[in-house]
């Protein structure tokens, strides 16, 4: 597989897809999930994940803390790094994949289209094609230098207790955030049911994607986009208690997006050259000539 590597330094997994596969090992499929999943198949799953990703999660949980949340939204979301056209993105994106890698499988561009184009065959709303497309783009942080765990792994909310049901939840113990009263309670610095809107989730690809396309796409998109990665959320059902009536409606949504990011993928890759005229009618339909990064 052509994969998103970066550099040594930048974490443990041989390349951030390896999240995303390890993904599939412990969500194997929709049946599988919607008959829930008991126990004993989450410890087997624990049991023989690779060690690579077992210490990429020890390093997310222990360095995703409420202050660093806050110091990167304030370093990202000024939105003063890079100014792009859309495919200059996908292209920026695609410089960080490993050609010397054997297996023939598909790249992140291809990724995007599968999903893109999964969503399309079964005649979802456009935007919501669009919003396939884009939704793993904020991996660009790679190339900004971000460690692996603050581009990719499960996202949950900082700020509060992290919950048990997030997977390898007993490295939290090493979590400063942990230890300190203002943020280790239920709700921490959150009311009950304050919403999602006002609450911090751990940095990384899909917060970074939302704030980018925040003004361009319908809300159900942004909900796709923000919490894509909320597995505690969408598959544990571990943060209810701060969300809102309004948040369940949305993550309908959500729960409709997911299996098409995680299933999509197809030994046949879609045709780049034929899509193209396609989805550049339906960028321009929705987004400015430039997104700034
Ligand atoms: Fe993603
Ligand atoms: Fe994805």
């Known amino acids: 597989m052509s994969k998103i590597i970066g550099t040594p330094e930048q974490g443990p997994l041989n390349s951030i897809e390896e999240w995303e596969d390890d993904l599939l090992v412990r969500y194997p499929d929709a049946d599988a999930i919607a008959a829930g999943r008991d126990t004993q198949a989450y410890r087997d799953y624990e049991a023989t994940t690779k060690d690579s990703v077992r210490e990429f999660y020890r390093l997310q949980h222990i360095n995703q803390t409420y202050d660093f949340v806050l110091q990167k939204k304030q370093q990202y979301l000024s939105f003063d790094k890079q100014e792009m056209t859309v495919w200059e993105a996908f292209d920026f994106l695609n410089q960080l994949v490993d050609d010397s890698d054997p297996d023939t499988d598909l790249d992140q561009l291809q990724h995007l289209l599968q999903t ?33 765990w603050a581009v990719v792994g499960d996202s949950y909310p900082v700020g509060c207790a992290f919950s048990d049901k997030i997977v390898y939840s ?7 955030d942990h ?21 911090h989730m751990t940095w990384g690809h899909d917060e970074y994607i939302y704030h980018i396309m925040k003004p361009y ?8 986009l923000r919490y894509h990665s909320f ?23 959500v729960d409709l997006f997911n299996p098409y990011d995680l299933y999509s993928k197809s030994p046949v890759p879609p045709d780049w050259k034929k899509l193209r005229p396609y989805y550049e009618d339906l960028v321009a339909k929705y987004l400015p000539a430039t997104l700034k990064f």
């Open 231 to 253: 597995y505690p959320q969408h598959r544990e059902n571990a943060y209810s208690h701060l969300m809102t009536p309004h948040d369940h409606q949305l993550f309908k949504s």
């Open 116 to 148: 893109s184009e999964a969503i399309r065959a079964d005649g979802r709303p456009d935007w919501m094609v669009l919003t396939g497309l884009f939704h793993d783009l904020g991996k660009v942080l790679c190339l900004f230098g971000e460690p692996q």
């Open 179 to 199: 230890h300190d009263p203002r943020y280790n309670t239920k709700y921490g610095v959150y009311e009950p049911n304050c919403g999602l809107e006002n609450v």
């Open 170 to 176: 007993e490295y939290f113990d090493q979590n400063p």
């Open 217 to 224: 796409l319908p809300e159900q998109a942004l909900y796709m």
